[in-house]
């Protein structure tokens, strides 16, 4: 049984550019939740996909989008990037909004 | 809004020692859980063990425990028997329970060192 894959596992961009990253969730789950992790902190928490739809949303600004497939998967899009935006990308899966979240191993974005 | 704070960057044990990991969280809720979650270098956040606020006792998993102190917004990790696996960052996390609000909020971490 596969858990959360993502994909790319690493990924350079420049200022302004624009970057999509993929997760697949674990096999069963319908919910895919993002979380942005920069270098010495913990996840911040930036949208959660549920049935196609984003259900629920951190503080970060329209320039990060995302987007939930009929399979489950899921991709978050992130334009006009800023310097600030290098960071881990987590994503984590879970069967419904509320249950145990399980993480795949994360896309490191830098940014020059 | 709810907060988790991690007061200990780094700490250090020696193998077979135990140690505790120290998390304090602000809320205005009466149900909700907690959790610590391992980030070894690999980058993968595994949860580790998890406690529901309405339940007193606290939880066990293995050599991990948790000292839940509802009153005082507490919730340590320790770490029996430590062992060289056991190095990575530790994070606690906080998620309300049922409602609209299923994201984790992450403390900013510590990062354990296992000595042999």
């Known amino acids: 049984d596969a858990g959360v894959t993502q994909s790319p596992t690493h990924l350079i961009k420049t200022r302004g550019q624009q970057v999509t990253l993929r997760c697949s969730p674990k096999s069963g789950h319908d919910t895919v939740s993002w979380y942005q992790q920069a270098l010495g902190q913990g996840p911040q928490f930036i949208f959660q996909y549920y049935e196609e739809e984003e259900r629920q949303r951190g503080n970060f600004p329209d320039r990060f989008s995302g987007h939930q497939f009929p399979n489950y998967s899921s991709e978050l899009n992130v334009n006009a990037l800023l310097l600030g935006d290098s960071a881990l990308y987590l994503c984590?899966?879970?069967?419904?909004?509320?249950?145990?979240?399980?993480f795949g191993p994360g896309t490191r974005l830098t940014v020059l | 809004a709810q907060t988790v704070t991690q007061s200990q960057p780094e700490m250090s044990v020696q193998e077979a020692e135990t140690v505790t990991l120290s998390c304090t969280y602000d809320t205005s809720e009466s149900d909700y859980y907690l959790f610590w979650y391992k980030q070894p270098p690999s980058r993968q956040m595994i949860l580790v063990i998890r406690q529901e606020a309405y339940k007193q006792q606290n939880a066990t998993e293995n050599r991990f425990s948790v000292n839940f102190q509802k009153a005082a917004k507490s919730f340590s990790l320790k770490i029996s028997d430590s062992q060289l696996g056991d190095a990575a960052m530790y994070f606690c996390?906080?998620?309300?329970?049922?409602?609209?609000?299923?994201?984790?909020?992450f403390g900013k971490g510590t990062k354990l060192s296992v000595k042999p």
């Open positions: 996390a906080y998620r309300n329970y049922g409602g609209s609000q299923g994201n984790l909020i």
């Open positions: 984590a899966s879970s069967l419904g909004g509320h249950n145990e979240q399980f």
